[in-house]
């Protein structure tokens, strides 16, 4: 069965320092990985996708295949980066259903 | 575009009760996905519908929860007998194509006293 872990819950780092998300996903297929992003007040939005290969707001996330995992990074946090974010999985067999990872809250202090 | 319109937001049931989430999807997403956020959890997919087809509700307990998404009219979610471990805020997200680009609703959340 797929899963997706971001083992941290909580992250905190300040401002202009660099961020990592973690993500690590369990798929035996091909899968295809999300970054969503929820900030305060607002809808959970798509934030970018691996296949786009493309940089929103600063942040990329590269797909390892080898470590299994989509990893989301900025070098240089702003304050407005605070937010919940979500590593998802979509599988590309089957009923292409999109999995959630458990989310990790950032923090960006002053 | 109203974007996806859930209602209610909030919703109180006693235990017993039945309580039916509705979702409008966007204009022209004929695809609609279903998910359960329990408190200091994740999103847990339950449903994923097209107009009169049920596609995937592998994540949905099997007694007691039923959703549905007809050919005219919004898509609702509906528990049976709900119990206190039902209380949770449920997600709805719709699609125009099965891509992996979902765009969600406000939620509703459902207290069970």
């Known amino acids: 069965a797929q899963r997706v872990t971001q083992p941290e819950k909580l992250l905190s780092v300040f401002k202009g320092a660099p961020v990592e998300l973690k993500c690590n996903y369990s798929?035996?297929?091909?899968?295809?990985l999300f970054w969503y992003v929820q900030y305060s007040r607002q809808r959970l939005q798509l934030l970018l996708r691996h296949i786009s290969r493309e940089s929103i707001k600063g942040f990329t996330a590269d797909l390892n295949k080898g470590e299994t995992s989509f990893h989301l990074k900025k070098p240089f946090a702003q304050e407005e980066d605070s937010a919940m974010y979500y590593c998802?999985?979509?599988?590309?067999?089957?009923?292409?259903?999109?999995?959630f990872g458990q989310g990790t809250r950032l923090t960006i202090n002053p | 575009n109203a974007g996806v319109m859930q209602n209610p937001r909030h919703l109180v049931r006693r235990r017993g009760q039945e309580a039916r989430l509705r979702c409008s999807p966007m204009k022209g997403h004929s695809h609609v996905y279903w998910y359960r956020q329990l408190p200091e959890e994740g999103l847990k997919f339950m449903v994923y519908?097209?107009?009169?087809?049920?596609?995937?509700e592998s994540g949905m307990p099997k007694e007691r929860f039923s959703a549905e998404f007809p050919k005219e009219g919004p898509s609702i979610l509906r528990i049976q007998q709900v119990v206190r471990g039902d209380s949770a805020a449920y997600f709805c997200a719709s699609s125009p194509s099965n891509t992996g680009e979902l765009f969600f609703g406000e939620g509703s959340r459902l207290t069970v006293l």
């Open positions: 798929y035996s297929g091909s899968p295809e």
């Open positions: 519908l097209q107009k009169e087809n049920i596609i995937d």
């Open positions: 998802a999985l979509r599988t590309i067999q089957g009923a292409q259903k999109l999995v």
